[in-house]
């Protein structure tokens, strides 16, 4: 593929709800990660994959979120009951190991 | 925990002005380092790497970075703006051997006047 790829780009959805959104990355890369870009709060992130190995989940703001990469390719997060201060944009990068990311266009949530 | 501080939120400049944003880190260990610029309306792009070597980078478009040990810092640079650089500019740090986490600054949003 040309580039990453995420979906949907905009999602409008109501408080409580749960939602998923994925990421194609680029064919190949190994390594795979999600951010969240809040206005003024920079890049905040959420879970890294890395092939096999086990995922870094260490900046999951709480238990409502979760993510899971299939086959090593294609990667969803999931965010459950959701709240208003998820309201964000969600990115998802994907690289080589130890090299440069690059990102998708990102998908905006809006919880209301 | 690894950080990066990008001290300066907003930055507005002429045309042909010089551009420098500071970028700092907060870990004493090997460090890879990145500066991303988002265009408005379009995805974060690398503007340029550093990993080892020459601390003198060179990236896309005349910009450059410094990496500077002693001070923790990597400052974009440019020696003369263009209307066209409008953008947020992100700084990123990876800690090696410590994972591939990628740290973010919180972002510089530059705006160049015509």
């Known amino acids: 593929g040309a580039g990453v790829s995420q979906s949907p780009s905009n999602k409008v959805t109501e408080k409580g709800k749960d939602v998923e959104l994925r990421c194609d990355p680029i064919?190949?890369?190994?390594?795979l990660y999600w951010y969240r870009q809040s206005l003024g709060q920079g890049l905040e992130f959420l879970i890294y994959?890395?092939?096999?190995?086990?995922?870094?989940k260490s900046g999951l703001p709480s238990d409502r979120f979760s993510a899971e990469r299939t086959g090593g390719s294609v990667s969803t997060l999931t965010i459950q009951r959701t709240q208003q201060e998820d309201s964000a944009v969600y990115l998802c990068?994907?690289?080589?190991?130890?090299?440069?990311?690059?990102f998708g266009q990102g998908t905006r949530l809006t919880v209301v | 925990a690894q950080s990066v501080s990008q001290h300066n939120h907003h930055v507005i400049l002429s045309e042909a002005a010089s551009l420098e944003l500071g970028c700092n880190y907060s870990?004493?260990?090997?460090?890879?380092l990145f500066w991303y610029v988002q265009y408005p309306g379009q995805h974060l792009q690398l503007l340029l790497k550093?990993?080892?070597?020459?601390?003198l980078v060179k990236g896309i478009k005349g910009f450059e970075a410094e990496f500077i040990k002693s001070k923790f810092s990597f400052n974009l640079r440019k020696p003369s703006v263009q209307w066209s650089d409008t953008a947020e500019y992100f700084c990123?740090?990876?800690?090696?051997?410590?994972?591939?986490?990628?740290?973010f600054g919180t972002g510089t949003q530059l705006k160049v006047e015509l």
């Open positions: 990068a994907s690289g080589q190991a130890y090299t440069e990311a690059f």
């Open positions: 064919s190949g890369h190994t390594a």
């Open positions: 994959f890395q092939g096999n190995s086990a995922p870094d």
């Open positions: 870990y004493g260990g090997t460090v890879n």
């Open positions: 550093y990993f080892s070597g020459d601390p």
């Open positions: 990123a740090v990876r800690l090696t051997g410590g994972g591939n986490k990628l740290t």
